[in-house]
């Protein structure tokens, strides 16, 4: 009797102790959802879900406390996505939170601009040059197309311009399209 | 002794179209009243333009310049007057403009001081970066920058392939160029070798093309070089892809995601050979090519073309019939339509075919696959192409990817052979370029993360910076009010009482100070 109990303590213990062993070993640093999520999330920072960037947006979604379909730059094809992920029903993007855009970069009207920085503290993604009383430009290829410079802009010399193709990042069309058009 | 040759899975035999164009010799085209060279003429970067609209140019002058390892240079193809450097509508599927130099020719063709190259003595590195100011880049259809294959891997190279099979019907460039030029070919292959330090050189040629192996065999013994074979391979297209001529002639199968460089063998087109001979004998950079015009004409013919000059100006030349609805740069398998018969010939273009409606009547409409497998056994790369269709179509990339989209070399045999006439070729392209796109987004979405990541790391940074010397500098205030206000010792209980004192302090003797100069002013006008 004594030496059963002995035992089954001595057991307890020594996979209690291996349990908590494994819980600190292998601990998941930051939470797999939320950067699951993030990696769908266009990593624009523009805000327009409500949340102030799209980690916290991505948070917000993986605690339910937010809507998959406020991220009007990710678009249609995003909302899919995440609906797959997250096994949540596809909805059409809320209209509240804006509509989707061709993507589109900021262009800074260099013979306009003051040199009053504040574009620069406005950009999410450091993608502006420029020092106070210096002329700023848009470094395009950073540029995530989030509009945030647009409004800080004293003499509004911020403009999206829409990223036209060109032959390198043209896009083949569906065949089906053309072969109907043809006949 | 016979050489043993292998072969390559799939492939299919349409009629080759070949006789016509190869009965005239390579034929000169006069100057064209303008050249119109685009800038972005093969893989990597647009080079940068380096002349501006009004400067004059001379032949051979360099006028857009390598932009990233990859990007290869440009040159005036002859001398004249720069009219401007504008976006023109590219020889590309999609009609869309990109930068292009516009040259008014003067007709004296007045070249650049141009002289052999003392090759064998210089760094491979700078006979890299000489052969890319060169502009010379892969003439098979690829048009990948040459200097970015002539460096010998690791372990060495054993052979080096030299690829004149030119296998896709209408297409006879390689064959002419091979018949009168092939002295100067086996001597740019014998400075491929050098380079690359490969044993030997095996030049590949469909063996319906019997006066170019008789010319090559011939200029071979005249020239009496080693490790040199000239070796007749069946005729069977796509034989004159590079990875499956390797196979025919060495009969190594590179694998998936590997390069053929990785198992001692490198290919290069007859046309390459030619053009770093003509650069490390003569000096002169990549100006022109041959290019066949064949199709709706009224003389099939080879020309050499001065790239920037319209394709309908050879064309014309060739007796371009009036029905005629489309020019395709390439040959019928793999070649693209383009978008006017304006666009300039580039280093791309290895064949202008003609298009009529009679010539190439509209496709049959795309009937169901019903899954005969007919492409598969066509795949010279043994694909799956009716899986990669299924998903293709479906937009399942991934699916797509998984079956090996990106092996697939758009040779267009499935689309040959496929009974319900799905045009393959184009869902595999569509499908390329979305995967292509997806990838870049997702690059930029990650770069966009971390760069936002970083900038509120650094504002965090900045803030706490701030903070800390904020504090530094009351303690020294502080230290500072209490030195001079020992006498006050209720300030010493309270750091915030001493820093009003001390400010007080300052301002009375501001004022104190502002008051004598003032009574000073008031003195001065009296």
Known sequence: MLAALLTMTLLALLIGAALGFAAVKFRVEGDPLVDKID????????????????????????????????????????????A?????????LNAEHGAEKPKAVAYIDESTCIGCTLC????????????????????????????????????????METVTDTATTWKWPYPVISIRAAH | MLRQLFRFHGGVK?????????????GRVPLPAELIVPLHQNVGGTPYPLVAAGESVLKGQRIGAAEDPFSSAVHAPTSGRVIAVEPCVLPHSSGLRGLCVRIEPDGAERWIETAALAWRSLDPDELRDAIRDAGIVGLGGAVFPSHRKLRSGKGGLDTLVINGAECEPFITCDDMQMREHAAQILRGATVIQQMLGARQVLVGIEDNKPEAIAAMNAALQAAALQNIEIVAVPTRYPTGGAKQLIRILTGIEVPHGKRSTQFGVQ??????????????????????????????????????????????????LAGMQPDTDRFIMGGPMM????????????????????????????????????????????????????????????KNFGKAQEYHLFDCIECGCCAYVCPSSIPLVDYFRFAKSEVWAREQQKNAADSARVRFDFRNERIEREKQEKAEKLAAKTAAARAAAQSTQETAPAAEDDPKKALIAAAMARAKAQREAQAQTDAAQDKKPE
């Open chain 1, 39 to 82: 990696a769908i999330l266009p990593q624009t920072q523009c805000g327009q879900c409500g949340f102030p960037g799209c980690k916290p947006y991505a948070t917000a979604i993986a605690n339910g406390e937010a809507e998959i379909n406020q991220c009007p730059p990710g678009g249609e094809e995003g909302i899919r996505k995440l």
């Open chain 1, 84 to 92: 797959d992920l997250l096994g949540r029903e596809f909805k059409p």
């Open chain 1, 120 to 159: 620069i503290q406005a950009c999410p993604v450091d993608a502006i040059v420029g020092a106070a009383k210096q002329m700023h430009t848009i470094v395009a290829p950073l540029c995530t197309g989030c509009e945030l410079c647009v409004a800080p802009c004293p003499v509004d010399c911020i403009t």
């Open chain 2, 14 to 26: 349409p009629a080759t179209h070949k006789t016509d164009s190869t009965r005239l010799p390579i």
């Open chain 2, 267 to 316: 290919c290069f087109n007859t046309g390459t050979a030619w053009a770093i001979a003509d650069f490390v004998e003569n000096g002169r950079p990549l100006l022109s090519r041959i290019v066949t015009v064949a199709g709706n004409v009224e003389q099939p013919r080879n020309y050499e073309v001065l790239f920037g000059t319209p394709m309908s100006h050879v064309a014309e």
């Open chain 2, 335 to 394: 070649g693209f339509r383009m978008p006017n018969f304006d666009v300039p010939v580039v280093k791309a273009t290895n064949c202008i075919l003609v298009g009529s409606p009679a010539l190439f009547p509209s496709p049959r409409p795309e009937m169901p696959c019903i899954r005969c497998g007919e492409c598969a056994r066509a795949c010279p790369t043994d694909l799956q192409p009716f899986e990669m269709y299924w998903h293709a179509r479906a």
